[in-house]
């Protein structure tokens, strides 16, 4: 392709309303243009790196025995209400009426197509020999996100590879899923994409029911907490510590339990600017309700309650926190001064709760607080759990080692389903003694815009983008230094030609500009491998050969040229793909 002829408008500037690298460097390399907020057209170059990173998605899809279809991304609204997703989306969901024949018509624009599937399923399988099977699709997905931002990270439409596993049981539910698993590695290895593999809120099916992909990158919107020792990694929402519980047995020596006046203080920050404390000396009490009882969930006052850790530690399939109404029938006060001592609810405590001496809580009085507050002498507990989120510095579930926090960008999803879908769309199979059951299903999704923008925020050096071989736009950049000599562009025509008959994707900078332009552009679209054809070169009967990352380029004899490009593509390729896991 001449550059002339298609369509990469690089900019110097970088634009002042993107915030993160990859959204600026996508912008300034002529990836994409914004239409409005949340809304981008893919230019040339971000549209065939997008192609690029589907067509791995679609290969490794078929490899794993997955079978593509396509659905509509108009969808009606029935089966979001019968699936309670209406609901659950709110407002991310786009929904409208639309007229038809004298009435009036309710549809969606799919933000996944569980419902979609699962209907089709309903309709087409009805017996265990149709089972197992796997299908997906590539499709636009839209969802009115609340707020759209960092470039294509985060867009109200966006391209995703959904797929989706039906079975008899847990057992074929398990081998699709280690497939789409074992998949999904792949995919990433070959896009060059460094992403973990991390422990995700799993739903109705416990235990190891779900995973993200996650790029590892200070601007990703997800916490990942991983052990430094060892393999263990899970979203901070899904994470567990190796804390343990300590003696629930008063400390040694304490102070006495004393109320102290605390009128209209009732959140953290303002108990710890009145009474001179810090935080991690509080005890923050929030009242819960766990499928509709009331409980008190202790955890420190600096700490974060984990909701689902409280879930699991109760046993309870709905948790949240109670209205105002029930805080103050079990603690006789307004929400805000809640505490363990005298509350009249059933108490649940992080391990950290344990250990405070001489701590400060709600008095269970409005406009109260204790001081003074210890385990054993002023309120009792049998054990303590983990209930908050884990931080750096915790131990590790798994091992001896020590945990970190990363930030990290979801680039994919594996999740175990269950029978949520089955259920509400009557999808039923009959096994071999004609015993009817609901269909367990998986899905699995991937963002495939988000593999680009994944890519762009964690490889790009100061002068641009920095791509991988198996996604980049174009291998090969061809950059005659003066198009008005004719031997030049006789050999540049000669390379490009010569190099696209071997399969190479070529770029052909035929433009008439300086050779400092066409430098700085080559470091912004980052295209792998550069190949400078100069007339003092050709003097020398030589052309310049670079790769994208290395200091300076290596001089080739002219006649040696196209075979030492090709030579190099094939190392590279070899390069990447031995890191791509069987
Ligand atoms: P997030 O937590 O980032 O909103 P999600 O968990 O809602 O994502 P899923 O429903 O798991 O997303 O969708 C599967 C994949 O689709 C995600 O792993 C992500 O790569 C991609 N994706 C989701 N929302 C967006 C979006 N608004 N823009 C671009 N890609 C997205
Ligand atoms: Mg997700």
Known sequence: MRWSKTFIPTMKETPADAEVPSHQLMLRA?????????????????WRAIRKAEAIVREEMEAADAAEIFM??????????????????????INFEVPRGGRKVHLAL?????EVVTDLIARQVSSYRQLPLILF???????????????????????????????TGLEQLDESYEAMYRAYCRIFARTGLHCIPVEAESGPIGGDASH????????????????????????????????QASSMDAPETMADLKKEATPDVSSIEQVRKLLECDPSQMIKTLIYSADDKPVAVLVRGDREVNEGKVRRALNASDVALADKETVLRVTGAPIGFAGPVGIDCEIIADHDIADLVDAIAGANEADTHYTGVNIGRDYQLETTHDLRDADAGDPCPRCEGTLELVHGIEVGHVFKLGTKYSEALDATYLDEKEKRHPIVMGCYGIGVNRIIAATAETSHDENGL???????????????????????????????EELRAAGVDVLFDDRKARPGVKFKDADLIGIPLRVVIGGKGLKNGEVEVKWRTADS????????????ILNRLAARRAEESANVPN
Not at 110 to 114: A, I, M, N, Q, R
Not at 215 to 243: M, V
Request: glycine content about 8%; hydrophobic content about 35%.
């Open 212 to 243: 993200e992909f996650m790029a590892p990158s200070p601007n990703g919107e997800d916490r990942i907490i991983r052990c430094s020792s060892c393999s263990y990694a899970a979203n901070l929402e899904r994470a567990d510590t190796g804390r």
């Open 110 to 114: 799919g933000p996944t197509h569980e």
């Open 466 to 496: 920095i791509w991988p071989l198996s996604i980049a736009p174009y291998e090969v950049l061809v950059i005659p230094l003066d198009i008005k000599s004719e031997e030049v562009m006789q050999v540049a025509g000669r390379y490009d």
């Open 72 to 93: 509509p991304a108009l969808q009606p609204i029935e089966l979001f209400e019968r699936t309670g997703r209406k609901e659950a989306f709110g407002d991310v969901l």
């Open 30 to 46: 002529g990836l994409i243009r914004q239409l409005m907020a949340g809304a981008y057209t893919y230019l040339p170059l971000g």
């Open 553 to 564: 380029p290596d001089m080739v004899p002219v006649a040696e040229g196209v075979q030492d």
């Open 137 to 167: 699709q590539i499709q636009t997905k839209f969802r009115n996100e609340e707020r759209p931002r960092f470039g294509v990270l985060r867009t109200s439409e966006f391209l995703m590879k959904d797929a989706y596993s039906f079975g």
